[in-house]
């Protein structure tokens, strides 16, 4: 069967192929059972790249790498992505995980853009607070909000919780941070006592993250999550 124009465009580097449980209508993401997105909060496995109007013919969904996405939204050039109510793409709010990245920009609903799949971040975890949480803040292994200055953290709350109740926590790929200094793009980061993160200078300092972006204290910028070990 000859290759449709969105397959050809598809530099996914991991596509899957799904027995379509309903039609799937091409550039509109899917989940794992093979049904077209309908609703917020579903599972998403990536991108269909081509029409399917039979239930039960075969499709091929791009899950890694870079594909044709259909727009719900106007876009900008390097936009966070996340995946709307009826499978397409829209810019996805400060905190919110991004399914992917657009390659182009778009001026309204309904277009068709190069997006590079990132799923970020890559990974979250829920534990119990222990005591107090804040949002965008460093977390430590057992649930608590960091009070030292350079330790190992497991990852950054996504939002604030009560002592034991539960929190969502970033533990690697990139997510959005407060930091308590100036910090500039690249900067290797550590926590400080008050669970935000800062540059680090000293020897011993655990590097948990990069920042993506620069800022000064009590900004919330993103980071890329690296776990480099110690200064």
């Not at 449709?4 to 799904?18: E, W």
């Not at 799949?117 to 292994?141: C, F, K, M, W």
């Not at 997510?175 to 926590?191: F, R």
Request: aromatic share 6%; net charge neutral; proline share 3%.
């Amino acid at each position: 069967m000859a290759l449709t124009a969105f397959q050809v465009a598809s530099k996914s580097i991991d596509d899957h192929s799904l027995k379509a449980l309903t039609p799937i209508s091409v550039g509109l993401a899917v989940d794992y059972a093979g049904n077209q997105i309908s609703s917020l909060g579903v599972p998403v496995l990536g991108i269909a790249t081509s029409d399917i109007s039979i239930i039960g013919e075969y499709f091929a969904v791009a899950v890694l790498g870079t594909t044709v996405a259909r727009t719900g939204g106007a876009i900008a050039l390097g936009d966070p992505l996340k995946i709307d109510a009826f499978g397409q793409v829209i810019k996805a709010k400060s905190g919110e995980s991004a399914f992917a990245r657009a390659k182009q920009a778009a001026s309204a609903a309904g277009q068709f853009i190069e997006v590079f799949i990132t799923r970020e971040p890559h990974q979250n975890d829920v534990i119990t607070a222990s005591g107090a949480v804040g949002a965008n803040l460093a977390v430590d292994y057992t649930g608590a909000q960091v009070s030292t200055v350079g330790v190992a953290i497991y990852g950054i709350a996504r939002y604030a919780a009560t002592s034991g109740t539960p929190v969502a926590i970033a533990t690697s790929g990139t997510t959005i941070a407060q930091i308590g200094g100036t910090v500039a793009i690249g900067d290797p980061l550590t926590p400080n006592a008050n669970g935000q993160l800062i540059t680090a200078t000293t020897a011993g300092q655990f590097i948990f993250a990069r920042a993506k972006a620069a800022g000064t204290t009590g900004n919330t910028i993103e980071i890329f999550i690296t776990r480099e070990g110690k200064f």
